[in-house]
């Protein structure tokens, strides 16, 4: 929404009067934010397509470190968790087991730091033209969709060497990874609403993802977590995630409906809230940034 008004300059000999447009967001509150994104979903897209450009430039590999880091990863998990540790995978080959739990988790991680420091990296958007704020955050997560699906064709791969064939379930990852780009937003939408005006945020997401990491049931079972963490266990909505998207993939036993339905829950919840943080802070980032 464009409003006039005038804008006085003066100086020893004379006064000028210039006309100054002020741009401001269409309405306010969580819908009018979520209107506004709809609105500029094309300028969404650029951003999303630029942070993939970006991210893959002057590289050797260029795309082909989304295959490799979760690969090495599930090789040195496989040596260390499956080999040494002997971590119990429900008669799933330990490969397999780890990398369906790799493949939304490393969506998700690299989603939130991503998006967590939209604001900071972008800042010059923030002070020189409009734009609306949300989209930053929102395509640092959306930007992680097309190395997701590059990851999830190499697990099928490598369910295929095992003699393992997807199935029906298979298409329950369509929700599941909505509940994984949600759960990213919700929790970065606070983040870098923060880190706007803490830096120290952007210190500490690293070191706060590898902890969320060791909560999550990655690299074992959620059958290991003793009975007395479940009620907490079951607030983690990438543990529901996770173990979804065993379950979807190969057939794990280890997911039940309550555990989805809370981590639905928490998600509803971090997103509602994370929504309303980031619409009340975004009038001070251009002050602060």
Known sequence: MAEHALSVTMNAREINWERVTLI???????F????ELWKYRE?????VWRNLRVRYKQTLLGAGWTVLQPFL???????????????????????VF???GLLPWQFFAQALIRSSNSLVEERYLLTRIYVPRLILPVSGVLSGLPDFGVTLAVLLGIMFYYGMS?????????PLLLLAVATALGISLFLSALNVRFRDVGHTIPFFTQLWFFVT?????????????????????????VEGFRWALVGSTET????????????????????IYFQRMEKTFADVV
Not at 32 to 35: D, E, H, N, Q, R
Not at 218 to 238: D, F, G, I, Q, T
Not at 256 to 271: E, K, M, Q, R, Y
């Open 24 to 30: 401001r967001p269409s309405g306010v509150g969580v």
């Open 32 to 35: 009018a934010g979520l209107s």
């Open 43 to 47: 300028l969404l897209y650029v951003f």
């Open 73 to 95: 990863t599930m090789v040195v998990f496989t040596l260390v968790f499956g080999r040494l540790a002997k971590v119990p995978s429900g008669g799933i080959p330990y490969p």
């Open 98 to 100: 780890v990398f369906c």
């Open 166 to 174: 997807p199935n029906l379930a298979m298409l329950a990852v369509l």
């Open 217 to 241: 049931p990655v690299a074992y079972p959620s059958s290991l977590v003793p009975e007395r963490w479940h009620v907490l266990y079951k607030l983690n909505p990438m543990a529901g995630v």
């Open 256 to 275: 039940t409906g309550a555990l989805l339905i809370a981590s639905a829950g928490a998600v509803a919840v971090l997103v509602a809230l994370g929504l």
